[in-house]
């Protein structure tokens, strides 16, 4: 099976720089994505990696280590609508659904604060 | 505009009753996933399929079922014999299964 790991809540201010992290096990790891979901809606597409270091669009940035089994999601310049729930999700070949199966962690909700 | 659909956005039934919630997508994706999600629970597979007529069971799929006869179409029903089904459905596709999926609005399911 999988184990995908990051914190349940992070609290930050509003124009400062925060680092959601997120460590996973996998055997057959072929990607991991972002996402990024407000309240009651429908998860929309952040990042996407599947090479050792760092991705980069306009605010935010996703780095992996498949060494340390390891990612972050970097989002600067903080804003009041980038309060939502960010999901971790990795690809694993050798899950029973193969590359077709996207196995997600609980979320990590952030709360930006003025 | 391109997207996935997906209604009712809120859906109330009596214990015992099956209740299909629909999903369409004009995307000419190839893959289509139903995924639920519980407060503090990350989403899980119920079901997905790679091309029309096809599909495969994930990681929750006892008391639910599906159908794929059009491509762009993957309804999922909720049987009487799913003990919680309670949930936010989510449904998504992607191109051919290697790419980033796409999640339609969802469908907030209670069971009274």
């Known amino acids: 099976g999988q184990n995908i790991d990051q914190p349940t809540e992070m609290t930050a201010t509003e124009g400062a720089i925060v680092q959601i992290n997120c460590t996973y096990q996998?055997?057959?790891?072929?990607?991991l994505f972002w996402y990024q979901q407000h309240a009651g809606e429908a998860p929309t597409f952040l990042s996407y990696?599947?090479?050792?270091g760092l991705e980069e669009k306009g605010r935010f940035s996703s780095f992996l280590s498949r060494s340390k089994g390891y990612s972050y999601l970097l989002l600067k310049e903080l804003q009041m609508k980038d309060s939502a729930s960010y999901l971790c999700?990795?690809?694993?070949?050798?899950?029973?659904?193969?590359?077709?199966?996207?196995?997600f962690g609980k979320g990590t909700k952030l709360s930006v604060i003025p | 505009d391109g997207g996935i659909t997906q209604s009712p956005k809120y859906l109330f039934r009596k214990e015992g009753q099956n209740v299909t919630l629909s999903c369409e997508q004009n995307?000419?994706?190839?893959?289509m996933y139903w995924y639920r999600q519980d407060p503090g629970q990350g989403l899980r597979l119920i079901y997905y399929?790679?091309?029309?007529?096809?599909?495969q069971k994930g990681d929750i799929a006892e008391g639910y079922s599906v159908s794929r006869e059009k491509k762009e179409s993957f309804p999922l029903t909720v049987t009487s014999a799913q003990k919680n089904p309670t949930a936010f459905y989510l449904c998504?596709?992607?191109?051919?299964?290697?790419?980033?999926?796409?999640f339609g609005p969802g469908t907030r399911l209670t069971v009274l």
């Open positions: 998504a596709s992607s191109m051919y299964g290697e790419d980033e999926q796409f």
């Open positions: 996998t055997s057959g790891f072929n990607g």
């Open positions: 990696n599947v090479l050792d």
């Open positions: 999700a990795v690809r694993d070949v050798e899950s029973g659904a193969g590359s077709y199966q996207l196995t």
């Open positions: 995307l000419n994706h190839d893959a």
């Open positions: 399929s790679q091309i029309v007529n096809d599909f």
